[in-house]
Structures are given as structure tokens and as C-alpha cells.
Nanobody, 127 residues
């Protein structure tokens, strides 16, 4: 499995960015997919998780501002980020073949581990 993120950049607070995640070796709609982020000096945390075509969940910190969508024909996952805040500054990672397990990265009150990771794309929000 190869996962590649793109779309990061520098944006002013209140602005928007859309991240993309493409993968080879698997079909997105067959697997649980997660967007994570990691800010300097902080733990990696889940931002949004796609468990099925009709079940997507978001971290409380981004709920109402971030939206995940996917284009199965292109095998691409998107993270639309609106009303960005400086605290959203982080490296954003897309991960595939994920499951709720003990000892993984946090997603709300649970933890998640994933089988395939991208190298991340940097998002910087200036105040």
C-alpha cells in the first residue's frame, strides 16, 4: 500500500485548504480511512475517520469546519478544511486500513492503528 498526501500550504486564519490523499494497492471504499495531524511537540491525533460510505466522524476540535469526502473512481480521499485557525497548524497524514485497537493513535476517546501511511503534508495557518 502506498499513500500520498498533497494540498498543504500556508493560509491565513479564516481561510480554507483542501488536502488530497491517493493510494495504490487498495480501494478506499473497502477500508477504514483516517486523517491524522501532528503539531510540533504534540501527539498525533485523529481528525476524521471514514468507517463506511455513510459513517464519517470528526474530532471535536474540527467538527463543523472540516469535511471528508472521497472520489472512488479516482481512489482519492479529500479533507476540506474551512475556517482554519492557527491551532490547526500541523503535519497532516492520511492513513489506510485502520481499525480501533488498543495502543494506537488517539481519536477522541478511542485509539486507532493503521496499515498504510503517507509521509504527510504541512499545513500552516498564520494569525
Amino acid at each position: 500500500v502506498q499513500v500520498v498526501e498533497s494540498g498543504g500550504g500556508l493560509v491565513q486564519a479564516g481561510g480554507s485548504l483542501r488536502l488530497s490523499c491517493t493510494a495504490t494497492g487498495l480501494r478506499f471504499d473497502d477500508y477504514v480511512m483516517v486523517w491524522f495531524r501532528q503539531a510540533p511537540g504534540k501527539e498525533r491525533e485523529g481528525v476524521g475517520i471514514v468507517e463506511s460510505a455513510d459513517k464519517t466522524s470528526y474530532a471535536d476540535s474540527v467538527k463543523g469546519r472540516f469535511t471528508i469526502s472521497q472520489d472512488n473512481a479516482k481512489n482519492t480521499l479529500y479533507l476540506q478544511m474551512d475556517s482554519l485557525k492557527p491551532e490547526d497548524t500541523a503535519m497532516y497524514y492520511c492513513a489506510a486500513a485502520c481499525s480501533y485497537t488498543y495502543g494506537g493513535y488517539s481519536f477522541g476517546a478511542r485509539t486507532v492503528t493503521c496499515g498504510g501511511w503517507g509521509e504527510g503534508t504541512q499545513v500552516t495557518v498564520s494569525s
